[in-house]
């Protein structure tokens, strides 16, 4: 088949599955939210003073106070229309329905006018749902037909002061009892009645739970099952939308925060944008716009190309330039996070990927761990452990802290360079508790919530002490210089240079020991079921937990590993994703740089990679292995947390 070789600048397309609309003072600018946590800026038109945007199919329309615009999806302008009326809101049914004060004008999809109504009352807030209009006027709800012809009204005891369809359900509220009513069939059946009040702005279904914005700026997380309080935000948002499972929150202060909606809590993480009016989610195709220097196709190539592209599962989303060297691990909360030798804790915003340093201490050669409020906790060679927030605290310990802390349910711990732990619970106040073992220690703490903390020291003692310090239980494994504790439910297996010890949690007894007298251990990892190893030589084993090789993949070159609900991924000089059952190679990367430090994987599918200078950024279509918590809850991804 002849080939055509093109050598000449062209513009290629690809549509967005989904886009975050912002609007600015004079300019709206579009996000690609493909990774939600991160979205990317991938457009932006100009246009003054608007207020709301809607999407249909093939249009974008952009309201103004007294004007509305319209564009194609590649944001062109199609048609622009001037009222002498104020614009109070606007809904899509298959026409345009502009509300306002007491009157609705109708529009074609290319702005001209089709009719217009006048009202006996004013509109409060306004919802479609199918072909409804269904509207909040005067303490009561009213649904109008296409034709704004009244087609059913519900009243309350008192007055109905928040409204709104989210679904096929119409969700409001009194001043003494919240309401929803299933309208699927056309007409409100109620399914529920609860003794509250929800005075709400806004109010959402993300995860099978209802998320509402309150009269007091205020987001409110409720079960969907009983309408019992899950969480709460004092964030002062003026307004929100959502994709998938996360939130993008306009504040009042102009800016719009990342919030991933878990199933038991909102986590915030990182500022997106600045200086925002509203913004509002669109999951029209909506096409991104590239540049292409030179393509090599044909027909049958690049049908397979696009179709390869929709089922890519890893894309490359740029590399951060640090400003050193750095041989830490990063951890993932709002933004991303490194200590440096000098003392700097280094926050890289994912978004724009610059690189923000905060002088914390003298040296720092410990991992920074994100704890669940937000907080950055790390020791310090200054014989510190420092919480930063939006300030840096330091509590005094004993002596030198050179490795991280662990998170546990009730706060966390740490060890020192002399062999003393400190136990930090927020249930009790005053000085951590300390417990004085044997020597100094080879790794971090880990944390089992039911057992308790598991810490190693240079003679191969390991030591299990509960959560008040009392000592459980100590067992001799080898003498090492460093070593990894991985814990899964039952078991705790260390890993030293150059063994494996596997041993039981409730008592310490060694189960069995695994030597490798030719390889050099550098990392473990477990999903519960297998014990994964990688070696200096970039070999990768799996192991079984009586302590049987199941397959083993040599000269991967591999120095980090991390388990994925996908499979194993291993990086060093490439990056593989192997099958967890064989080590077969069920994807090869070619990587810009070889890698130096540990993964971390988010579980929005944030995969990140450190090599000396930078760190890689992967957009990975899947998540940390279920059960087994990567980063949000043990930042050495090695014990087991669950909440």
């Known amino acids: 088949m002849k080939h055509v070789l093109i050598v000449l600048l062209f513009f290629s397309q690809m549509v967005l599955p989904a886009s975050l609309f912002v609007v600015k003072e004079g300019t709206i600018e579009l996000y690609d939210v493909s990774v939600p946590l991160i979205p990317v800026k991938s457009g932006s038109i100009d246009v003054s003073n608007a207020v709301k945007i809607l999407s249909s199919d093939s ?65 409060d807030r306004i919802s479609a749902y199918s072909n409804l209009l269904i509207a909040l006027s005067g303490g009561r709800i009213i649904a109008f037909d296409r034709n704004l012809k009244r087609f059913w009204e ?19 509220s009194t001043n003494k009892e919240f309401y929803i009513m299933n309208i699927s069939q056309g007409i409100p059946v109620l399914e529920s009645k609860h003794k509250f009040a929800l005075n709400f702005q806004q109010i959402l279904s993300v ?84 540049t292409v220097a030179e393509v090599q196709t044909t027909t049958e190539t690049t049908s397979y190309q696009e179709k390869h592209e929709e089922e890519k599962l890893l894309s490359f989303l740029g590399d951060v330039k640090l400003p050193q060297k750095v041989s830490t691990t990063l951890a993932i909360g709002r933004e991303l996070y490194l200590s440096t030798l000098d003392g700097n804790l280094l926050r890289v915003d994912p978004n724009s990927l610059k ?18 409020d937000g907080s950055i906790v790390l020791g310090s060679w200054d014989k510190n452990i420092c919480v930063v927030t939006d300030r840096i605290a330091k509590m005094g310990t004993d002596s030198s802290i050179s490795l991280a802390v662990a998170k546990t349910p009730y706060g966390f711990v740490a060890v020192d360079d002399d062999g003393t732990l400190y136990i930090f619970d927020s249930r009790r106040s005053g000085d951590p508790i300390k417990v004085r ?25 390991l030591h299990l002490v509960d959560f008040s310090g009392k000592g459980i239980w100590s067992s001799i494994t080898e003498s090492t210089k460093s070593a990894e504790i991985v814990v899964t439910s039952e078991l705790i297996f260390v890993v030293t240079q150059r063994s494996v010890w596997c041993l039981q949690i409730k008592d310490g007894k060694t189960r069995w020991t695994e030597h490798f007298e030719n390889a050099e251990l550098l990392q473990a990892v477990s999903d519960g ?55 077969s190679i069920l994807l090869e990367e070619s990587l810009p740089v070889s890698t130096t430090g540990k993964m971390k994987l988010s579980d929005s599918g944030l995969l990140t990679l450190m090599a000396e200078d930078r760190i890689l950024l992967y957009k990975l279509k899947s998540s940390p292995t279920a059960g087994w918590p990567m980063y949000l809850r043990d930042a050495m991804n090695s014990s087991l947390f669950r909440k």
């Open 437 to 461: 073992l044997t020597g100094w220690f080879v790794c971090p703490p880990a944390v089992h919530e039911d057992y308790g903390i598991f810490v190693l020291d240079w003679l191969g003692i």
């Open 154 to 172: 519900i009243s309350a005891p008192s007055s109905i002061i928040s409204a709104q369809v989210v679904g096929s359900y119409l969700m409001f």
């Open 355 to 372: 690189v923000y340093p905060t002088k914390v201490a003298f040296i720092l050669t410990a991992d920074p761990v994100v704890m669940d």
């Open 529 to 583: 079921e297998t014990l994964y190893l990688c070696d200096a030589v970039g070999n990768v084993y799996a192991l079984d937990f009586s302590g049987r090789t199941i397959w083993m993949r040599e000269n991967l070159s591999a120095r980090t590993i991390l388990s994925t609900q996908t499979g194993l991924i291993a990086a060093g000089e490439k990056l593989y994703l192997l099958s967890s059952k064989d080590g």
């Open 207 to 290: 995860r099978n739970n209802l998320v509402a914005l309150l009269d007091d700026k205020s987001i409110l997380m409720l079960s969907r099952a009983d309408l019992s309080v899950i969480d709460r935000l004092n964030i002062s948002a003026v307004s929100i939308t959502s994709y998938k499972d996360y939130l993008y929150v306009v504040t009042d202060k102009g800016t719009i925060v990342v919030a991933s909606v878990l199933p038991s809590s909102i986590k915030l993480f990182q500022t997106i944008a600045t200086n925002v009016k509203w913004a509002g989610m669109s999951e029209t195709g909506l096409l991104k716009t590239t």
């Open 59 to 123: 249009l974008v329309y952009v309201l103004g106070t007294m004007r509305i615009e319209a564009f194609d999806l590649n944001l062109r302008p199609v048609s622009k229309i001037e009222l002498n009326r104020r614009i109070i809101d606007a809904v899509l049914l298959e026409d345009l329905y502009v509300v306002h004060d007491y009157s609705i004008s109708v529009f074609d999809r290319n702005l001209n006018l089709k009719a217009s109504y006048t009202l006996n009352e004013r509109l």
